[in-house]
């Protein structure tokens, strides 16, 4: 009898236990932190030239991108290629187009490049008493772009537009489009920043040769 009345017991035990543990699997969890993450380190320094012109640099456009806006933003080319999403659980140290100019300046000040910063409504930069050609940059393109469910890419344009700026307006020197689309080792936030960071210095060491190119036709 006794026997009994324990197995009964256990066996209610048991059922009040599994009822406990399956109201606290529905309970809400805590969310997820938040990743931020930045362009990572900068590319090393190559050896100064004086023959290198100094530029200054205005501040980057972003068309795609509201002010302030952080989001790691994605798309799915295979789906609605047209739609720009954000990643929920991932963000930008700082706004995209502050970040990418200034990873950008970095690489433009490789070999002792002067470069300084252009300011809207103020008077173009000089040196020495001479002003500087002024480079105005637009962040075009900047997401994590899936081809497929597993194939993607990060995706980088950037418009690069030199002007001599002048009292009666500026002087078309040069302007180039520079894309580039890195493979991202996986589907995920992690890896779409990873090649975006790739992709942004990649077009900083082309638009770091291409300056060099239009500086020294321009001051022949």
């Known amino acids: 009898m006794k026997s009994g009345l324990l ?16 109201g606290c699997s529905n309970l809400p969890q805590p969310p997820q932190a938040v990743a931020r993450y930045d362009l990572g380190v900068p590319p090393a320094l190559a050896p100064a030239s004086d023959a290198l012109q100094p530029v ?3 501040k980057m456009q972003a068309p795609l991108q509201s002010d302030g806006n952080t989001a790691v933003r994605y798309r799915l080319a295979y789906a609605d290629a047209q739609v720009l999403h954000a990643y929920a659980q991932a963000r930008w140290s700082l706004p995209p187009a502050q970040m990418v100019l200034q990873r950008l300046r970095e690489h433009l000040g490789q070999g002792g490049r002067v ?6 409504g103020e ?11 002024v480079l105005r940059l637009s962040l075009e393109e900047f997401s994590h772009v899936f081809a497929s469910a597993r194939q993607s890419a990060g995706w980088v344009r950037v418009r690069a537009t030199l002007v001599d700026p002048a009292p009666q307006g ?5 302007q180039q489009v520079f894309e580039v689309r890195q493979p991202a080792a996986a589907p995920n936030a992690s890896a779409g920043v990873q090649a975006l960071a790739q992709g942004v210095d990649a077009i900083g060491q082309q638009m770091l040769l291409w300056l060099q190119t239009v500086t020294a036709v ?3």
């Open 7 to 22: 197995n009964g017991r256990s066996l209610l035990a048991g059922g009040l236990l599994a009822v406990l543990l399956a």
């Open 56 to 58: 200054a640099l205005a």
């Open 115 to 120: 470069v300084l910063s252009a300011e809207a």
């Open 123 to 133: 008077l173009p930069p000089s040196v020495q008493g001479r002003q500087v050609p």
């Open 170 to 174: 500026d002087v078309l020197l040069a």
């Open 218 to 220: 321009s001051k022949r």
